[in-house]
């Protein structure tokens, strides 16, 4: 229940208006109140494992190349992948500080070493 601020008449919470005075109620409606939706928690929440995976993917690759590159297809190729499992699970969990600057080394070593 709710009370007109003009008259003091008890009415319904659905009322509006006063139906006795036509008094404007200032008092929300609970569907009102139910409307209001706090804000939502982000549309981006997909973003960081997503960056995660293919940073990760990406850094795994380029170093098990470089690896294979640097030092031969037997010790590159067979033993390459796991320095770059480590290297990729680290950049994978920190990719957006790391993974911009770990892909233009990897390039970097990659074309010095021509
Ligand atoms: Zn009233």
Redesign the pocket.
């Known amino acids: 229940m709710q009370t007109?601020?003009?008259?003091?008449?008890s009415?319904p919470d659905l009322n509006q208006y006063?139906?006795?005075?036509?008094?404007r109620?200032a008092a929300p409606t609970p569907s009102t109140v139910n409307a209001i939706e706090k804000p939502s928690s982000g549309d981006c929440e997909w973003l960081y494992p997503a960056g995660a995976f293919i940073s990760g993917l990406i850094t795994f690759f380029s170093s098990w190349i470089y690896c294979t590159v640097t030092y031969g297809f037997l010790f590159g190729f067979g033993l390459g992948w796991i320095p770059s499992f480590i290297l990729a699970a680290i950049v994978g969990s920190l990719w957006p500080l790391i993974a911009l600057a770990v892909m233009a080394f990897v390039v970097f070593l990659m074309l010095s070493s021509k």
């Open positions: 007109c601020p003009a008259c003091d008449l009415l006063c139906s006795n005075c036509g008094h109620l």
